[in-house]
């Protein structure tokens, strides 16, 4: 702890929407923010819908399981450009017995996606290349973090995957400085609704879309 190494990895245990899992240095460690993106999307699918739902960038593996966990008829398919969180996500959904409905794989964006999706959810890294840090996110895999030089690539990204492949849902979290530049872009693409939501110290911090695909 003396050099700043977080204590999550050093124990490899956090905690995340009242539940215990496994962490190392191979994914982001998961914040207290994130579970405003669980409720958001439980808020608007009830239990005995049986969708398939993808989420980009799963990390630890805690959205995909929570929503799992919530969600008993849906099927998910979790994707990853990185092996290392990859591998620390199945670690955690192994331990809560969710293999058979969280399938993994390794890939950039949607690219190993084929299956229609119903909700897409994502967690995107959405900090500027070039903003200070504090030197405890260090630790932390930076593809995780930074989003490219601006920021909101990763976010511009999905969004043109959502319209490209018709999915009808996309929840996304977002930096608190962003929303004016989703509004911004998605001026170009028909939408039904664009709700944003606030985190625990009242700043933006997410969207949930509902697209228009004519």
Request: with cysteine; hydrophobic share 40%; glycine share 6%.
């Amino acid at each position: 702890r003396s050099a700043n190494v977080p204590l999550e990895y050093l124990t490899n245990r956090v905690s995340f929407y009242s539940r215990e899992f496994y962490i190392d240095e191979g994914a982001l460690i998961p914040r207290p923010e994130t579970e405003h993106l669980i409720d958001e999307v439980l808020g608007r699918i009830s239990a005995d819908e049986a969708l398939t739902i993808v989420e980009v960038g799963v990390g630890s593996g805690i959205i995909s399981i929570l929503l799992a966990l919530h969600l008993p008829n849906t099927r998910f398919i979790a994707v990853d450009i990185s092996p290392r969180a990859l591998a620390v996500a199945r670690r955690n959904i192994e331990r809560f017995g969710l293999s058979d409905r969280i399938e993994l794989r390794e890939g950039d964006l949607l690219s190993s996606i084929t299956e229609k999706i119903d909700f897409l959810v994502s967690n995107p890294p959405y900090i500027a290349q070039d903003a200070p840090l504090e030197s405890n996110l260090s630790y932390e895999p930076q593809n995780a973090l930074f989003g490219g030089e601006i920021g909101d690539e990763m976010i511009r990204a999905l969004l043109d995957e959502v319209y490209a492949r018709r999915i009808p849902s996309f929840a996304c979290e977002m930096g608190y400085d962003q929303r004016l530049k989703v509004q911004e872009y998605l001026k170009n693409f028909a939408v039904q609704s664009l709700d944003f939501y606030t985190d625990y110290a009242a700043f933006d911090r997410g969207f949930v879309l509902k697209a228009i695909h004519e």
